[in-house]
């Protein structure tokens, strides 16, 4: 059985999160939750919001939401309860991000990074695993104790 990721992105980053889904599609079962067409009156926070619910739910494993920037993607999505959404545009980050912090969620900007470097970093946020050392699970018992407040 396929990995099943969820790929949400508003107007600004239509083309990008295309471009992805084409190419994820090989490898994961994408669950492509919008935006489907070009509307500059769209906004990301529902996009975050239902990608979010996708990872919240255990619909998908991880998801990936791009916007103009990829920072007000990452704000929305993390305001929801269990994600953990972050802004990555280098490789490590998108790694080091699921093995230390257990992301959930990718976020991209496409106003600033390529089709080419977004294949990279998706790649390394979905190869990657959580690491589960202790440091790294009381650090994240810290957060959901923070998201309860």
Not at 40 to 52: E, H, Q, R, S, T
Not at 58 to 86: D, H, Q, T, W, Y
């Amino acid at each position: 059985m396929r990995t099943r990721i969820a790929l949400g992105a508003d107007h600004a980053g239509l083309s990008l999160k295309n471009d992805l889904a084409g190419r994820l599609n090989d490898v994961y079962e994408v669950i492509d939750l919008g935006a489907h067409q070009f509307d500059p009156g769209d906004d990301y926070p529902d996009f975050a919001c239902v990608v979010g619910e996708a990872v919240a739910s255990g619909r998908v494993e991880r998801g990936i939401l791009v916007c103009g920037s990829g920072v007000g993607a990452s704000i929305a999505a993390s305001k929801m309860p269990g994600i953990r959404a972050a802004l990555c545009h280098d490789t490590y980050s998108a790694h080091q991000g699921v093995e230390h912090d257990d992301m959930n969620i990718l976020c991209l900007g496409a106003k600033v990074i390529g089709p080419e470097l977004a294949w990279e970093l998706a790649t390394a946020f979905l190869n990657a695993r959580f690491s589960g050392e202790e440091r790294h699970r009381r650090r994240l018992e810290k957060i959901a104790a923070i998201e309860k407040r």
